[in-house]
């Protein structure tokens, strides 16, 4: 599973014509699930991300988390994270997950992340989504959770 994580000043994803999710201060989280996903590899990136310290604190330092700040998290799914790209001029995807595994480990990130006391804004799983953020840094970092360990 891939995340790309980008602490955001304020994000908003918009179907067709209408915002299905927007956050202030928070978290934009593009999520992409690998066809050999579980729901171990969104346990621990979910953790990792509520735990993640990437605001700063008085000092200036990346030292709070999203939960510390009273942040917002929004949740976008993104097959297109593994796109292969190093044959021909076309990106395959043939590792990403296909929607009948997708959508339920999506589903069940957006349930630990309310149980982890983060309530997530989403995009609609599958749709065609326009995502519009200010990132703020900007902080941008990528989670692999086939690196985890």
């Known amino acids: 599973m891939r995340v790309v994580v980008q602490r955001v000043r304020e994000a908003a ?10 956050i202030g201060r928070g978290l934009l989280l593009l ?9 171990g590899a969104v346990r621990y990136l979910v953790d990792k991300v509520v735990g993640l310290r990437v605001f700063p604190d008085e000092e200036g330092r990346m030292n709070r988390s999203v939960r510390d700040v009273g942040g917002g998290i929004l949740v976008v799914s993104q097959f297109t994270l593994y796109g292969d790209c190093r044959r021909g001029r076309r990106p395959s995807f043939v590792g990403a997950a296909g929607p009948e595994k997708a959508r339920p480990l999506y589903e069940r990130w957006l349930e630990w992340l309310r149980e982890s006391g983060v309530e997530p804004q989403a995009g609609i799983f599958g749709a065609s989504m326009a995502v519009s953020l200010v990132n703020d840094g900007p902080v941008t970092l990528l989670l692999d959770s086939s690196k985890a360990f």
């Not at 994803?13 to 927007?22: A, Y």
């Not at 699930?33 to 579980?38: A, F, N, V």
Request: glycine residues 16%; proline residues 0%.
């Open 13 to 22: 994803v918009t179907v067709d014509g209408e915002v299905t999710g927007s």
């Open 31 to 39: 999520v992409g699930i690998h066809q050999d996903d579980d729901e």
